[in-house]
């Protein structure tokens, strides 16, 4: 299995929890369970989209870019989750224009890294958990 290296991004207090910086911290992904969604979600996801999914994780004030409320994906699409269009961004086959650079990893490559064959699974456990937290 190759271990593939993905950027954490983790705040760090300084100065008594008064001033936070940013830092960059580079770690082994950690294998979870193809079929584990709100594993996968809080292993490689919540660190930007935070533990409740509403875009304030610990890293969010090191992106350029605000991370999405996650909870919010269906009232953003009329009432529906879009599905196959969920897929093909967690996957890196689409890229939402709006959104400018995309800093979110393209994990459909980094599953590849671990088992290539679990790739597709691994979209729909990580979209069926979106799915289930939708507001």
């Not at 875009?55 to 529906?80: C, E, M, V």
């Not at 961004?89 to 890229?95: A, F, M, R, T, V």
């Not at 709006?98 to 679990?118: N, Y």
């Amino acid at each position: 299995m190759t271990r593939f290296t993905f950027s954490v991004f983790v705040a760090l207090l300084l100065a008594a929890g008064t001033a936070q910086a940013q830092a960059i911290d580079k770690a082994p992904m950690k294998r979870t369970a193809a079929y584990d969604g709100p594993g996968m979600y809080h292993n490689y996801c919540s660190a930007c989209h935070g533990l409740g999914a509403l875009g304030d994780g610990p890293a969010a004030k090191a992106l350029t870019k605000a991370p999405a409320d996650l909870t919010r994906i269906s009232a953003r699409n009329g009432g529906t989750f879009p599905e196959t269009r969920i897929k093909r961004y967690i996957e890196g086959l689409d890229e939402v224009a709006a959104h400018g650079s995309r800093d979110m990893p393209m994990w459909g490559e980094l599953f590849r890294s671990m088992e290539r064959d679990t790739v597709p699974l691994r979209v729909q456990a990580l979209s069926d958990f979106l799915k289930s937290i939708q507001k």
